[in-house]
């Protein structure tokens, strides 16, 4: 037979509660067990559920956005043991094909509520809100946000090795004395948390101690990488990931059906379960003689291309709303050009609930501008033009559209 | 005779020192003088000085930059009066062509010293540093930094209208509030500086006025734009500025060879001097109907193209490289992402200083990753494989070599 | 449920022998019946298998590659009755998917032995060989060509709507005047030909008439597409399809992973068995109103792109290979372009059967130079340098390596 | 001073007559003489003239097309001597810029007369007409084919290396064979043409000799390119092309601001004066080292890119206009393809001569499509939707509008 035939390792079910599948885990800690293993090169075909683990439905309602546990979050599969992989190594892999599971063709963007979990924009859009997408094909299109039709650039939010006890140590301290520190009236970091911890195969002793040390899997981290929601992280790319403990315990989930850059919406990808086809190398030795002390990836060749002059560009610069004036500070300008964003959409007839949602998800480009020239950073966001079914060219007539509404949670 | 024949409004001298040339100005104020008329529809060539009226040389000493004159910069020519164009109105413009000056044929790129000007990285490099390009057609080439050759994106760093009286007046309280407000060992924006002032053809109270009160170029700013050196705004590239005063008064300068996202060495672009075909087009009561609060812009089609998988992107979060945990902050992640990439390309055998000047100038491409998933903004920095004329590709072997030296400062 | 549950209106076996697959049909007639029906506006899955049938195996002999049967080719999934559908209408077709049969993940290209199908190289290069694909994800390789792999640009090689009979009448005309006033020493068209004729449900009179008259799918023809064999005609592409009769009778099949302009070697794709997902709709009075003769299509946005620079391209001009000059011969001056590029790789220690191969699969560009110019039409093929796992740039040294070998047949 | 000081080798007269400049030259011969050196390793700027030594004006009028002499095109300039160049010998050639001259800001396409050049479609329009294209930046835009607009893919027709005596008296005998052989109603190929020799500063015996024997210069050739017309042989494309004398005696001219892949009306690129800037280097033994019998290329970075699902994709079939079935003639197939756009295009209300003249000149993509499969080989062209003013799509609503007209000629 064809070396072809690649070996699922790992499959999940739509049915049974993810708690009881022990494939899954939803905390990072060394301790969790190994739930397969895979060779130095070989390919394989992992099953992933979408980040909530099924809890919110295709829906017109976003009351199970609004009241999401999420605490629970994020399912992961794995940990899988890399034959030979060792601390100092770095994982390669390529990602050979990403897939939504054949038997649930649809995914889901969220906008949390400002107390439950929250957003990019969070003190000017509050509530809890939602856009199902049906996929056709690389295509997906919403009844919850029409006009608007793009081809996936499908890809895994979270990748990663586990840390060892002392990179969880670190990310434990520094990430504790930001909460001790915080003086903002919202919170800045999630500390382990034993509650609905899910520690895959583990009970007991080694689950509890998963539940009181392990790190959360919401933010993104410099020594493995993990949750970077990267949106051209896509097929055919080639990631090199820091090893940290024997056997490297890889782990994936959070597909996304499509992301813009900065996912602004938190849940702002086009969330799914799905299947993901990775190749596997180990680079031995390859943290020192590669000078990496975070995860590097190279983009495979077929991303979607509009064309450089079919987007139009947002700028946004570090004065807030209010007016007030900030120190070089790029989020404070990213939030300002997602405003303008919205600005300019409104006018065809969406809500601003409909466009936030639409930017987290559709593949909008988010770059830093400039970053040098006291006091304002700029950033610029491209919005591709040809993601719409009408044309939204600066030049072109503007019409106000029914452009009905996204799915609201009760209040 | 055919429309091609295009007008040059206003010519530069390389010879004359600028504070001398009428056509220049350096401070953003609505009574700097017109200093000529433009139709509206007209396609119009502009000359311009390099942002600092050639106070760097083509030499192998970085002593000119570690002395540059700040008080001076950024030399911009104009305004023009642009007819027809009134408060509320959009000016488009259309970036047809850049080119340098024919008898300047290169460029430089500066790291400035910590304590006059600085940078992105200044706290970890804080020396002044300098590479000459030389240009060959497209492209550009450096004795300081051997081993790369790139085409330019060649592109104006600013670009913008004069503010009205309210607009100045917003910028001079907001900037001033956070000089007050500055706890930090820097400086966080600059005041209004009468030294060097040049308010164009004006003498006298209206210069002392523009001394007084008038903008200093460096920030871009929502309201206008300017200096946001943003390095795909390149020949094609349309562009939609609010008008505050009557006529636009519209200047430009600043004009680069190349710039990476972040122009991260602050005089981090290939400065050149040089000549900007522009054509105007007045779009009336424009800020309104688009629902324009800061400049927006189309590229053209001739970006250079390396494909997606031909860059390596780096990853970096908002810890420092004191190990300390920041919260959701672009800045700190772009910080750490130049940093990934200078330790990756040091292997090479090029000095970080070598680095550091390259990613200013390079076009490299800076995106917002990730800027929900708390605490950890992730940022992205795609290095082209293609500007390096030796492989760079992550399973390539690294050989270290002899890079030779940029220019340095005497200290 | 969501829109995204999308239908299969045709499953194929690789067990049961395609003549007793009532789904399937070998030749253009328009009394093949309906397989199915389709609505406007519906998505649907078909199921196709490789245009063989499955007379080529997985194997590293190509004896099956030189004895093939082509009075069976090409088994097509269809026709389908799509409803409104009317002569004159045109079928705009969207093709959303293209994936191989999950349960066969290869693929073949092979070379005819000159006396059994023959191909664009055959007076230089007469005998059969094969080379298999081994899929991974969206990449491919092969163990008979090794050093390559590439991601695939997925299409259907065959699509289209049945001839009325006066269309094939025509067809059937001018092919037979061809055939008859032939001098070559060479088959140049195909009649009709009852042996192996598969009428998909039809038996009796009708088949026997579909076996008298029906149109071979060998070739392309301008009033239906066919067999067009276009490599861009990939996920995303939507298609103009021209429409008959009544329920348009639309068939796909010839599925490819990947081709190269021109598909040289005549079964010279990466030939699979397969499924593609198409959207349909039908555009009344399309014909006239889109002034359409012919197909047209436009690509979707996700084709592999490596970037312009990172082709090499070999030029070619109507001197045949014995140094005799043609008159703009476009396809003379293709086959010399095609032959500049053996001679390119060769040096890399491939055979030119391997070379012969690969340029039919993999994605080059096949360009139209200058047809002009008298008495030379210029050719081009940009070979992308980026498929290749070592370097073949010009300025690259050349090493010879052992490179293995096709499948041959045995003679 | 920096090596970007340039040295331009060749400089030409827009008022002295074209003959009289000894730069120029209109045959192919080695004993034309050396009109200056250029150093192995040199970059040097090269002025052109239009290939017509300015016969055709800036006009309403197609007459200077209609009469245009042919005897004396086209006038290239050089050839230079490339020190150290050698045959069998690579000149590798870096194109680092082309620019129009500045003080003739337009350009021109032709249709020529069926009697007097003719071209691909003569037959079907067999009269002259033109139109002039003004330059904007890197834009054009006609007064004679209004609601089109696009960036120059700007680069020299010609490029080449003279012919040996013994390369000569080959492309001497085998053009001769064709002329001989010839029954088509048409000239297939042009002889050596004594009237109108321009041998560059040679006089007397030399000049008769170039004119008894020299290489007309309208078809490109393989053993030395020539004109080949390659649309994307534009601004940081390296060329290799085969040394066949000592010095290698390059020529270059032809310059287009942008052409169409086929270059249709023969006169069809916009024809300019420019100015070429070339890096030389000289490949010992390339020829064999490379395996080299034609020359290669490697486009650069800066193509214009509109996005694959941008462009429209005409189809065309190897049965021409009167229903003709041809075997495997891509040459008829793809004049097939542009009747196919003309009729598409005719509809907004161009007029068919106003469409040969935008396809010959306008950015469209000509490709091989299939060539295998018996009898029909099929071509395709991709019209980028982008360099229209109104939209284009298939989908659009289409409006006849008034579109003026091309200059035509008197008859």
Not at 29 to 44: S, Y
Not at 157 to 163: E, K, N, Q, V
Not at 195 to 207: L, M, N, R, T
Request: proline letters at 8%.
């Amino acid at each position: 037979m064809g070396k072809g035939d690649i070996r699922t390792v790992a499959k999940v079910s739509l049915e049974t509660p993810p708690p009881q599948q022990k494939i899954l885990h939803n905390r990072w800690h060394p301790d969790v067990p190994f739930c397969g293993k895979i060779a130095n090169g070989e390919v394989v075909k992992i099953e992933c559920l979408d980040w909530t683990g099924g809890q919110i439905k295709n829906s017109d309602s976003a009351d199970d956005v609004k009241n999401v546990d999420l605490t629970q979050v994020h399912y992961l599969t794995g940990p899988f043991e890399i034959e030979t992989a060792e601390p100092g190594d770095i994982l390669l892999i390529e990602i050979q094909d990403v897939q939504p599971l054949p038997e649930q063709p649809w995914g889901f963007t969220g906008i949390f509520d400002r107390r439950n979990g929250g957003g990019f924009l969070d003190e000017i859009y509050p509530k809890a809100a939602k856009a199902i997408w049906d996929f056709e094909g690389i295509f997906c299109s919403s009844r919850h946000i029409p006009g608007v039709r793009f081809a996936g650039l499908i890809h895994p939010g979270i990748l990663g090795c586990a840390p060892s006890p002392e990179v969880l140590a670190e990310w434990n301290k520094r990430e504790s004395e930001l909460i001790t520190a915080n003086t903002l009236d919202r919170v800045v970091a999630l500390p382990p948390e034993p509650q609905s911890v899910h520690a895959g195969s583990a009970e007991g002793e080694i689950k509890d101690k998963v539940g009181r040390e392990g790190a959360r899997t919401i933010p993104g981290r410099p020594e493995h990488g993990g949750n970077c929601d990267i949106k051209n992280l896509s097929r055919g790319s080639k990631v090199y990931l820091p090893v940290h403990v024997p056997g490297a315990k890889f782990s994936v989930g959070d597909l996304h059906f499509s992301q813009g850059d900065g996912e602004i919406s938190f849940c702002g990808a086009i969330e799914m379960a799905g299947v993901i086809t990775i190749k596997f190398n180990v680079v031995k030795n390859g943290m020192a003689e590669m000078g990496l002390k975070s995860p590097i990836y190279q983009p495979g060749p077929v991303e979607p291309q509009f064309g450089p002059g079919r987007h139009i560009y947002f700028e946004g610069f570090s004065v807030d709303e209010h007016g007030k004036q900030h120190y070089m500070d790029a989020t404070v300008a990213y939030r300002q050009t997602t405003l303008r964003c919205i600005e300019y959409l409104r006018r065809y007839g969406y809500d601003d609930y409909q466009i936030y949602l639409l930017l987290g998800c559709a593949p909008v480009q988010g770059h830093i501008g400039g970053i040098v020239d006291i006091p304002n950073a700029c950033t610029t966001m491209g919005l591709p033009i040809d993601i719409f079914e009408f044309d939204i060219s600066p030049g072109a007539p503007v019409k106000k559209m029914d452009m009905g509404s996204c799915a609201y949670a009760t209040y």
